[in-house]
């Protein structure tokens, strides 16, 4: 907001405070209430904290259009708990691993061991199988990918005697000269309107992969001032013209502005900072037989919105695609963050994922959530690689689908009525 908006160090500063305390509130309140519900022994304090932690978790990613992101589960994908991904997805591995911690805590505080012997056993059982039990996807095709990371500076990318220039001639070069079957280029790589851009210019880009049998997935803004704006990513493709997709998950104050704080984005220098919304589920862009799904920047970290796809099994994703421009944050730990977050998804789905992005972390992931390649932050090159598209549903996958995160929230307030309710007279004896 300072650096990149023009926003006064005091305010920014104060958002930045602001936005912290808000969302750390949501934990504050669930170990409140914890704290006075949790003294009926060391079983009904665990499964409660884990409970509370849940709807806390969920909470923060859910209301006022969510913000998950630094969700506990990410810390444990490298981990035990990571075989429960595809189970319970994000949000369920965040609820064993609070119930992990709140008995280790305590079995020290009350010095009783053995209900943290039962949880540690509980959960690392399963995660001790063989991998092949927890396998939900089948392989389908390959895809040679090329993903397109420009690298253009983020106090430049709207600028229109630098950063726009660059950015028009090095991607409309790179996806010209690229040979992959798909080529993906990041989030407003071509930061300009259709109707803006050079004469020739996207027909140039449309010829070569309308001519032939390679596709393109190119974010770009889209829209006028009488209907409105979206942030989007088109297909260039001889099997299905016309695609597009529409952002849809917005980020606030970056890309929609909410009630009574126009004051407050206006005093940013940020362009285009209030789009439309495109719809939940959209249809995948066909490449090779292969379904790739787009979504754009943060939107990977909702991985209930992405279960949206997966209500028809037959039109469900087989590739995941990520454009992303984190160029705000520069070589900061929000890069890898996010590659991490894609990792996860991959884990809860099964489906390998590509990452386009406009500074980093450009990568290709397996269906397991492993990074098989990846390019260096800050630099401009092209990422060449192969994905292996997966088919099938997770456990995770087909109850999101069609229900959403309500499983979780019933379950966590079902769990609370059990253990916290009423104590009978003879309890009390």
Not at 56 to 64: C, F, Q, S, V
Not at 85 to 103: E, F, I, N
Request: glycine letters at 10%; a neutral charge.
């Amino acid at each position: 907001m300072y650096t990149y908006g023009g926003l006064p160090s005091l305010l920014a500063g104060g958002a930045v405070i602001g936005l912290a305390a808000a969302l750390g509130g949501y934990y504050a309140i669930a170990v409140w209430v914890w704290k006075r519900g949790a003294q009926r022994g060391p079983a009904v304090a665990t499964v409660s904290f884990a409970a509370l932690w849940l709807m806390a978790e969920m909470a923060r990613g859910t209301w006022l259009t969510g913000f998950g992101w630094g969700a506990i589960a990410y810390a444990h994908i490298d981990g035990p708990l990571a075989f429960y991904l595809p189970w319970l997805g994000t949000y369920g591995v965040s609820a064993l691993a609070a119930a992990w911690a709140a008995a280790m805590g305590i079995a020290v505080v009350r010095r009783s061991p053995w209900p943290a012997c039962w949880v540690s056993f509980a959960l690392l059982l399963p995660a001790a199988l063989p991998s092949e039990i927890n396998t939900w996807t089948t392989p389908t095709g390959t895809l040679q990918v090329s993903l397109l990371q420009g690298n253009i500076p983020q106090d430049e990318k709207f600028e229109t005697g630098s950063g726009v220039p660059l950015a028009l001639q090095w991607y409309r070069d790179a996806l010209l000269q690229a040979d992959g079957d798909l080529v993906v280029a990041p989030e407003t790589a071509v930061p300009l309107l259709p109707q803006q851009l050079p004469e020739g210019y996207w027909a140039s880009l449309s010829e070569k992969f309308t001519q032939s049998s390679q596709a393109a997935i190119i974010g770009i803004p889209l829209g006028s001032f009488q209907t409105g704006y979206t942030n989007s990513v088109v297909g260039l493709s001889a099997s299905q013209t016309g695609w597009q997709y529409d952002k849809h998950h917005l980020v606030p104050f970056g890309e929609f502005i909410p009630p009574l704080f126009k004051w407050f984005t206006q005093l940013m220098n940020i362009p285009l900072g209030d789009f439309n919304r495109g719809p939940l589920g959209q249809p995948s862009l066909d490449v090779r037989g292969e379904r790739v799904a787009a979504n754009i920047c943060y939107e990977d970290l909702y991985g209930e919105e992405l279960a949206t796809r997966f209500s028809n099994p037959a039109a469900a994703p087989t590739v995941f695609a990520n454009v992303s421009n984190l160029g705000w944050f520069n070589r900061t730990v929000a890069l890898n963050q996010h590659l991490h977050i894609s990792r996860a998804r991959a884990l809860e789905f099964q489906r390998p994922f590509v990452r386009a992005t406009n500074t980093g972390a450009t990568a290709i992931l397996s269906h397991e959530g492993t990074v098989l390649q990846k390019l260096q932050p800050q630099t401009r090159a092209v990422l060449t690689g192969e994905v292996q598209g997966r088919t099938g549903l997770t456990p995770y996958a087909w109850w999101a689908s069609h229900f959403g995160l309500w499983p979780l929230w019933i379950a966590a307030l079902l769990v609370l009525a059990v253990v916290w309710r009423p104590r009978r007279l003879s309890d009390h004896c």
